[in-house]
Protein backbone atom coordinates (compact mmCIF):
# COMPACT_ATOMS: atom_id res chain seq x y z
CA UNK A 1 0.00 0.00 0.00
CA UNK A 2 2.69 2.40 0.85
CA UNK A 3 4.84 1.72 -1.89
CA UNK A 4 2.07 2.46 -4.42
CA UNK A 5 0.98 5.36 -2.84
CA UNK A 6 5.21 6.03 -3.10
CA UNK A 7 5.23 5.19 -6.52
CA UNK A 8 2.30 7.44 -7.12
CA UNK A 9 3.70 10.32 -5.16
CA UNK A 10 7.07 9.87 -7.32
CA UNK A 11 5.87 9.54 -10.76
CA UNK A 12 3.16 12.71 -10.16
CA UNK A 13 6.61 14.44 -9.42
CA UNK A 14 8.34 13.75 -12.05
CA UNK A 15 5.70 14.26 -14.87
CA UNK A 16 5.21 17.83 -12.99
CA UNK A 17 8.93 18.24 -13.55
CA UNK A 18 8.81 17.26 -17.16
CA UNK A 19 5.65 19.45 -17.98
CA UNK A 20 7.60 22.80 -16.45
CA UNK A 21 10.55 21.58 -18.41
CA UNK A 22 8.56 21.64 -21.65
CA UNK A 23 7.12 25.06 -20.77
CA UNK A 24 10.23 26.33 -20.32
CA UNK A 25 12.16 25.01 -23.37
CA UNK A 26 8.94 26.29 -25.25
CA UNK A 27 9.24 29.54 -24.06
CA UNK A 28 12.71 30.13 -25.75
CA UNK A 29 11.15 31.40 -28.80
CA UNK A 30 8.62 34.00 -27.02
CA UNK A 31 9.34 37.67 -28.35
CA UNK A 32 11.98 39.92 -26.83
CA UNK A 33 10.20 42.90 -25.07
CA UNK A 34 10.80 46.05 -26.51
CA UNK A 35 13.07 47.32 -22.69
CA UNK A 36 15.10 44.13 -23.39
CA UNK A 37 15.95 44.16 -26.51
CA UNK A 38 19.68 45.98 -26.49
CA UNK A 39 20.28 43.13 -23.93
CA UNK A 40 21.58 40.30 -26.47
CA UNK A 41 22.65 41.44 -30.01
CA UNK A 42 21.49 38.53 -32.37
CA UNK A 43 24.76 36.19 -32.31
CA UNK A 44 24.56 36.59 -28.70
CA UNK A 45 20.73 35.44 -28.49
CA UNK A 46 21.22 32.86 -31.03
CA UNK A 47 23.85 31.00 -28.88
CA UNK A 48 21.76 32.13 -25.71
CA UNK A 49 18.94 29.87 -27.51
CA UNK A 50 21.40 26.74 -27.86
CA UNK A 51 22.69 26.82 -24.16
CA UNK A 52 19.42 26.79 -22.71
CA UNK A 53 17.99 24.28 -25.27
CA UNK A 54 21.26 22.22 -23.92
CA UNK A 55 20.83 23.13 -20.40
CA UNK A 56 16.98 22.36 -20.50
CA UNK A 57 17.58 18.85 -22.25
CA UNK A 58 20.08 18.17 -19.21
CA UNK A 59 18.03 18.68 -16.80
CA UNK A 60 15.36 16.55 -18.81
CA UNK A 61 18.24 14.00 -18.20
CA UNK A 62 19.29 14.12 -15.05
CA UNK A 63 15.21 14.23 -13.80
CA UNK A 64 14.40 10.97 -15.76
CA UNK A 65 17.87 9.08 -14.36
CA UNK A 66 16.93 10.18 -11.14
CA UNK A 67 13.14 8.90 -11.32
CA UNK A 68 14.52 5.94 -12.73
CA UNK A 69 16.26 5.22 -9.97
CA UNK A 70 14.49 6.35 -6.97
CA UNK A 71 11.77 4.25 -8.27
CA UNK A 72 14.36 1.25 -8.49
CA UNK A 73 15.68 1.52 -5.17
CA UNK A 74 12.26 1.94 -3.56
CA UNK A 75 10.53 -0.54 -5.72
CA UNK A 76 13.08 -3.59 -5.73
CA UNK A 77 13.35 -4.02 -1.56
CA UNK A 78 16.97 -3.76 -2.30
CA UNK A 79 18.09 -1.80 0.96
CA UNK A 80 16.11 -4.44 2.85
CA UNK A 81 18.06 -7.21 1.33
CA UNK A 82 21.12 -5.57 2.56
CA UNK A 83 20.49 -4.68 5.80
CA UNK A 84 18.27 -8.32 6.66
CA UNK A 85 20.52 -9.26 9.14
CA UNK A 86 21.81 -6.29 11.00
CA UNK A 87 19.67 -5.83 14.48
CA UNK A 88 21.72 -2.95 15.37
CA UNK A 89 19.54 0.61 14.80
CA UNK A 90 22.19 2.35 13.95
CA UNK A 91 24.38 0.40 12.01
CA UNK A 92 21.51 -0.61 9.46
CA UNK A 93 20.21 2.84 9.14
CA UNK A 94 23.92 4.44 8.46
CA UNK A 95 24.31 1.59 5.80
CA UNK A 96 20.99 2.17 3.84
CA UNK A 97 21.72 5.94 4.00
CA UNK A 98 25.68 5.24 3.06
CA UNK A 99 24.56 3.04 0.03
CA UNK A 100 21.60 5.80 -1.19
CA UNK A 101 24.49 8.57 -0.81
CA UNK A 102 26.87 7.01 -2.18
CA UNK A 103 24.61 5.65 -5.48
CA UNK A 104 22.96 9.72 -5.67
CA UNK A 105 27.11 11.11 -5.17
CA UNK A 106 27.94 9.17 -8.19
CA UNK A 107 25.13 10.31 -10.17
CA UNK A 108 25.53 14.09 -9.35
CA UNK A 109 29.16 14.05 -10.17
CA UNK A 110 28.74 12.77 -13.65
CA UNK A 111 25.37 14.85 -14.42
CA UNK A 112 27.31 18.36 -12.73
CA UNK A 113 30.10 16.98 -15.28
CA UNK A 114 28.12 17.75 -18.06
CA UNK A 115 26.22 20.29 -16.92
CA UNK A 116 28.86 22.36 -14.79
CA UNK A 117 31.81 21.74 -17.16
CA UNK A 118 31.27 20.60 -20.01
CA UNK A 119 28.43 22.69 -21.23
CA UNK A 120 30.12 25.48 -19.21
CA UNK A 121 32.87 25.12 -21.10
CA UNK A 122 31.23 24.68 -24.34
CA UNK A 123 30.08 28.64 -23.82
CA UNK A 124 32.90 29.93 -22.68
CA UNK A 125 31.80 30.06 -18.99
CA UNK A 126 33.91 27.79 -16.95
CA UNK A 127 37.36 27.99 -16.09
CA UNK A 128 37.27 24.93 -13.92
CA UNK A 129 39.87 22.48 -14.38
CA UNK A 130 39.01 18.75 -13.86
CA UNK A 131 41.11 18.64 -11.34
CA UNK A 132 39.23 21.72 -9.67
CA UNK A 133 36.14 20.58 -10.64
CA UNK A 134 36.89 16.45 -8.89
CA UNK A 135 38.30 18.48 -5.54
CA UNK A 136 34.96 20.57 -5.80
CA UNK A 137 32.93 17.29 -5.71
CA UNK A 138 34.81 15.83 -3.20
CA UNK A 139 35.09 17.98 -0.55
CA UNK A 140 31.20 18.93 -0.66
CA UNK A 141 30.41 14.87 -1.24
CA UNK A 142 32.41 14.40 2.44
CA UNK A 143 30.92 17.44 3.70
CA UNK A 144 27.20 16.57 2.79
CA UNK A 145 27.94 12.62 4.10
CA UNK A 146 29.17 13.64 7.42
CA UNK A 147 25.93 16.36 7.62
CA UNK A 148 23.42 13.51 6.67
CA UNK A 149 25.03 10.58 8.71
CA UNK A 150 25.19 13.35 11.73
CA UNK A 151 22.04 14.68 11.62
CA UNK A 152 20.21 11.28 11.04
CA UNK A 153 22.02 9.33 14.24
CA UNK A 154 21.29 12.13 16.11
CA UNK A 155 17.55 12.00 15.06
CA UNK A 156 17.76 8.16 16.42
CA UNK A 157 19.64 9.22 19.50
CA UNK A 158 16.78 11.41 20.38
CA UNK A 159 14.15 9.41 19.32
CA UNK A 160 15.35 6.42 21.12
CA UNK A 161 15.70 8.76 24.39
CA UNK A 162 13.13 11.67 24.22
CA UNK A 163 9.93 9.63 22.49
CA UNK A 164 8.16 12.56 21.38
CA UNK A 165 9.61 15.74 22.53
CA UNK A 166 11.94 15.11 19.62
CA UNK A 167 10.08 17.60 17.87
CA UNK A 168 10.80 20.29 19.74
CA UNK A 169 14.73 19.57 20.47
CA UNK A 170 15.45 18.45 17.04
CA UNK A 171 14.13 22.12 15.95
CA UNK A 172 15.96 23.52 18.66
CA UNK A 173 19.37 21.57 17.39
CA UNK A 174 19.16 22.05 13.67
CA UNK A 175 18.38 25.68 14.46
CA UNK A 176 21.71 25.51 16.44
CA UNK A 177 23.45 23.71 13.65
CA UNK A 178 22.45 26.30 11.07
CA UNK A 179 23.16 29.38 13.08
CA UNK A 180 26.72 27.37 13.39
CA UNK A 181 26.85 26.52 9.87
CA UNK A 182 26.24 30.81 9.04
CA UNK A 183 28.89 31.20 11.45
CA UNK A 184 31.43 29.04 10.08
CA UNK A 185 30.43 29.45 6.59
CA UNK A 186 32.92 32.44 5.96
CA UNK A 187 35.78 29.54 6.88
CA UNK A 188 34.04 27.15 5.34
CA UNK A 189 34.09 29.07 1.49
CA UNK A 190 37.81 29.76 2.42
CA UNK A 191 37.93 25.69 1.76
CA UNK A 192 37.03 26.25 -1.71
CA UNK A 193 38.06 30.23 -2.66
CA UNK A 194 40.49 33.21 -1.71
CA UNK A 195 39.01 36.16 -0.10
CA UNK A 196 41.30 39.83 -0.44
CA UNK A 197 40.27 43.05 0.84
CA UNK A 198 38.75 45.66 -1.38
CA UNK A 199 41.73 47.96 -2.92
CA UNK A 200 41.88 51.64 -1.24
CA UNK A 201 40.91 53.91 -3.57
CA UNK A 202 37.73 55.54 -5.50
CA UNK A 203 35.78 52.67 -5.31
CA UNK A 204 36.38 51.69 -1.78
CA UNK A 205 35.78 55.01 -0.79
CA UNK A 206 32.38 56.25 -2.35
CA UNK A 207 31.28 52.17 -1.24
CA UNK A 208 32.03 53.68 2.58
CA UNK A 209 30.64 56.59 2.17
CA UNK A 210 27.43 55.44 1.14
CA UNK A 211 28.01 52.49 4.20
CA UNK A 212 28.45 55.39 6.70
CA UNK A 213 25.71 57.37 5.37
CA UNK A 214 23.31 55.12 6.38
CA UNK A 215 25.30 54.28 9.61
CA UNK A 216 25.43 50.80 8.43
CA UNK A 217 28.32 48.66 9.99
CA UNK A 218 30.02 45.69 8.12
CA UNK A 219 33.49 44.50 8.69
CA UNK A 220 34.76 44.84 5.37
CA UNK A 221 34.41 44.48 1.65
CA UNK A 222 36.45 41.54 0.21
CA UNK A 223 37.01 40.42 -3.05
CA UNK A 224 36.55 36.43 -3.74
CA UNK A 225 38.51 34.94 -6.46
CA UNK A 226 35.24 33.33 -8.77
CA UNK A 227 37.48 33.77 -11.60
CA UNK A 228 39.21 30.72 -11.03
CA UNK A 229 36.03 28.73 -11.56
CA UNK A 230 33.26 31.04 -13.54
CA UNK A 231 33.23 33.87 -15.88
CA UNK A 232 29.83 34.89 -13.87
CA UNK A 233 29.06 37.42 -11.34
CA UNK A 234 27.68 38.21 -8.23
CA UNK A 235 27.52 39.79 -4.90
CA UNK A 236 26.30 38.85 -1.79
CA UNK A 237 26.82 39.38 2.44
CA UNK A 238 28.24 36.61 4.58
CA UNK A 239 28.14 36.81 8.49
CA UNK A 240 26.24 38.70 10.75
CA UNK A 241 26.14 41.57 13.16
CA UNK A 242 28.61 43.54 13.57
CA UNK A 243 31.11 40.75 11.69
CA UNK A 244 29.32 40.73 8.11
CA UNK A 245 31.46 40.94 5.21
CA UNK A 246 30.49 42.14 1.93
CA UNK A 247 31.71 39.68 -1.01
CA UNK A 248 32.14 41.06 -4.61
CA UNK A 249 33.24 38.67 -7.28
CA UNK A 250 36.47 39.73 -9.06
CA UNK A 251 34.21 38.97 -12.02
CA UNK A 252 32.41 42.09 -11.39
CA UNK A 253 35.28 44.27 -10.41
CA UNK A 254 36.53 43.31 -14.13
CA UNK A 255 33.53 43.67 -16.18
CA UNK A 256 31.80 46.78 -14.40
CA UNK A 257 32.11 50.50 -14.40
CA UNK A 258 33.03 51.54 -10.72
CA UNK A 259 29.54 53.66 -11.23
CA UNK A 260 28.19 49.97 -11.91
CA UNK A 261 29.41 48.02 -8.97
CA UNK A 262 27.98 51.03 -6.74
CA UNK A 263 24.66 49.96 -7.97
CA UNK A 264 24.52 46.63 -7.00
CA UNK A 265 26.50 47.18 -3.76
CA UNK A 266 23.42 49.40 -2.94
CA UNK A 267 21.51 46.96 -3.79
CA UNK A 268 23.22 44.35 -1.33
CA UNK A 269 23.21 47.03 1.21
CA UNK A 270 19.48 47.50 0.51
CA UNK A 271 19.18 43.89 1.08
CA UNK A 272 21.36 44.57 4.35
CA UNK A 273 19.10 47.83 5.79
CA UNK A 274 16.25 45.24 5.62
CA UNK A 275 17.39 42.43 7.16
CA UNK A 276 16.72 40.22 4.42
CA UNK A 277 19.10 37.58 5.63
CA UNK A 278 17.87 37.58 9.02
CA UNK A 279 14.33 37.24 7.67
CA UNK A 280 15.60 34.47 5.47
CA UNK A 281 16.90 32.82 8.22
CA UNK A 282 13.79 32.92 10.17
CA UNK A 283 11.47 31.27 7.69
CA UNK A 284 14.54 28.35 7.43
CA UNK A 285 13.64 28.10 10.77
CA UNK A 286 9.84 27.83 10.35
CA UNK A 287 10.98 25.49 6.99
CA UNK A 288 13.23 23.03 9.36
CA UNK A 289 10.12 22.82 11.84
CA UNK A 290 7.84 21.03 9.00
CA UNK A 291 10.76 18.64 7.98
CA UNK A 292 11.09 17.84 11.26
CA UNK A 293 7.31 17.63 11.81
CA UNK A 294 7.26 15.30 8.80
CA UNK A 295 10.04 13.22 9.71
CA UNK A 296 8.03 12.09 13.09
CA UNK A 297 4.86 12.15 11.88
CA UNK A 298 6.61 9.67 9.32
CA UNK A 299 7.83 7.67 12.41
CA UNK A 300 4.34 7.57 13.29
CA UNK A 301 3.54 5.05 10.53
CA UNK A 302 3.85 1.75 12.07
CA UNK A 303 4.69 -0.84 9.10
CA UNK A 304 5.92 1.81 6.77
CA UNK A 305 9.06 -0.11 6.20
CA UNK A 306 7.79 -3.72 6.09
CA UNK A 307 5.98 -2.62 2.63
CA UNK A 308 9.58 -2.41 1.42
CA UNK A 309 10.59 -5.64 2.74
CA UNK A 310 11.95 -4.43 6.18
CA UNK A 311 11.19 -6.66 9.36
CA UNK A 312 11.49 -3.38 11.88
CA UNK A 313 11.30 0.18 11.46
CA UNK A 314 14.80 1.91 9.94
CA UNK A 315 15.41 5.05 10.11
CA UNK A 316 17.36 5.63 7.48
CA UNK A 317 15.18 4.46 4.91
CA UNK A 318 12.41 6.43 6.44
CA UNK A 319 15.11 9.41 6.03
CA UNK A 320 15.48 8.49 2.24
CA UNK A 321 11.58 8.20 1.61
CA UNK A 322 11.47 11.81 3.48
CA UNK A 323 13.88 13.18 0.83
CA UNK A 324 12.53 11.49 -2.05
CA UNK A 325 8.93 11.18 -1.86
CA UNK A 326 7.79 14.12 0.57
CA UNK A 327 10.24 16.83 0.60
CA UNK A 328 10.10 17.14 -2.93
CA UNK A 329 6.56 18.25 -2.87
CA UNK A 330 6.60 19.79 0.13
CA UNK A 331 9.12 21.83 -1.41
CA UNK A 332 7.56 22.79 -3.90
CA UNK A 333 4.68 24.54 -2.44
CA UNK A 334 7.26 25.78 0.46
CA UNK A 335 9.30 27.44 -2.30
CA UNK A 336 6.42 29.01 -4.36
CA UNK A 337 5.39 30.84 -0.97
CA UNK A 338 9.25 31.67 -0.11
CA UNK A 339 9.62 32.90 -3.81
CA UNK A 340 7.08 34.97 -3.58
CA UNK A 341 8.57 36.93 -0.50
CA UNK A 342 12.20 36.77 -1.81
CA UNK A 343 11.06 38.34 -4.98
CA UNK A 344 9.30 41.25 -2.76
CA UNK A 345 12.25 41.88 -1.06
CA UNK A 346 14.63 41.92 -4.59
CA UNK A 347 12.18 44.97 -5.77
CA UNK A 348 12.50 46.91 -2.25
CA UNK A 349 16.51 46.05 -2.82
CA UNK A 350 16.61 47.38 -6.12
CA UNK A 351 14.67 50.56 -4.69
CA UNK A 352 17.45 51.30 -2.15
CA UNK A 353 20.22 51.59 -5.40
CA UNK A 354 17.55 53.90 -7.26
CA UNK A 355 17.32 55.91 -3.86
CA UNK A 356 20.97 56.58 -3.69
CA UNK A 357 20.83 57.69 -7.07
CA UNK A 358 21.92 54.61 -8.96
CA UNK A 359 18.81 53.15 -10.87
CA UNK A 360 19.66 53.49 -14.26
CA UNK A 361 23.32 52.29 -13.35
CA UNK A 362 21.98 49.20 -12.00
CA UNK A 363 19.39 48.07 -14.72
CA UNK A 364 22.78 48.89 -16.81
CA UNK A 365 24.66 46.50 -14.80
CA UNK A 366 21.79 43.85 -14.31
CA UNK A 367 21.46 44.03 -18.62
CA UNK A 368 25.85 42.79 -18.42
CA UNK A 369 25.23 40.32 -16.01
CA UNK A 370 21.98 38.62 -18.14
CA UNK A 371 24.37 39.23 -21.32
CA UNK A 372 27.34 37.54 -19.70
CA UNK A 373 25.86 34.81 -17.74
CA UNK A 374 23.11 34.36 -21.33
CA UNK A 375 20.36 35.18 -18.83
CA UNK A 376 17.04 34.27 -19.23
CA UNK A 377 14.77 37.48 -20.60
CA UNK A 378 11.31 35.78 -20.90
CA UNK A 379 11.12 32.53 -18.59
CA UNK A 380 7.77 31.07 -18.40
CA UNK A 381 5.04 33.01 -15.88
CA UNK A 382 4.09 29.89 -14.20
CA UNK A 383 8.08 28.92 -13.31
CA UNK A 384 8.60 32.67 -12.30
CA UNK A 385 5.52 32.11 -10.03
CA UNK A 386 6.42 28.78 -8.90
CA UNK A 387 10.41 29.23 -8.19
CA UNK A 388 12.30 32.49 -8.91
CA UNK A 389 14.16 34.18 -6.21
CA UNK A 390 14.57 36.95 -8.25
CA UNK A 391 11.62 38.89 -10.57
CA UNK A 392 12.39 38.62 -14.25
CA UNK A 393 15.02 41.52 -15.57
CA UNK A 394 11.69 42.96 -17.62
CA UNK A 395 9.94 43.50 -14.37
CA UNK A 396 12.88 44.76 -12.47
CA UNK A 397 13.36 47.46 -14.92
CA UNK A 398 9.81 48.10 -14.87
CA UNK A 399 10.13 48.60 -10.80
CA UNK A 400 13.30 50.58 -10.74
CA UNK A 401 11.96 53.21 -13.91
CA UNK A 402 8.45 53.75 -12.16
CA UNK A 403 10.25 54.25 -8.55
CA UNK A 404 12.19 56.60 -9.99
CA UNK A 405 11.38 60.71 -9.25
ZN1 LIG B 1 19.28 40.82 -4.29
Known amino acids: MYKLIAAI ?3 LYFIFQLFLAILQYRNRNASIPKELEDVYDKETYIKWKKYSAEKIRLSIISEILNYVINLVLLMTNVFSIIVKNIE ?11 IYLGIN ?5 IMSYFADLKLESKYGFNKMTLKTFILDQIKAGILMFALFIGIVSLFILLHKTMGDYIIILFTAILFVLSLLIAFVFPYLSKIFNKFVPLDDGELRDSLTKMLESHNYKVKDIKVMDASRRTTKSNAYFTGFGKTKIIVLY ?3 LNKMSNEQIIAIFAHEMGHGIHKDTLKNSLSSILIMFIFVLLAWLLIKIPNLCNDF ?5 NYGFASIILFVVLLPFVSTIIGFVTSYFSRRAEYRADLAAV ?3 YGEQLIEALKILYREDLGDLNPHPLIVLLSYS ?10 IRNNKD
Open 9 to 11: IIS
Open 355 to 357: KEG
Open 309 to 313: GFNKF
Open 88 to 98: NDYANSIIVLS
Open 105 to 109: FIVII
Open 390 to 399: HPTLLDRIKN
Open 250 to 252: DNL
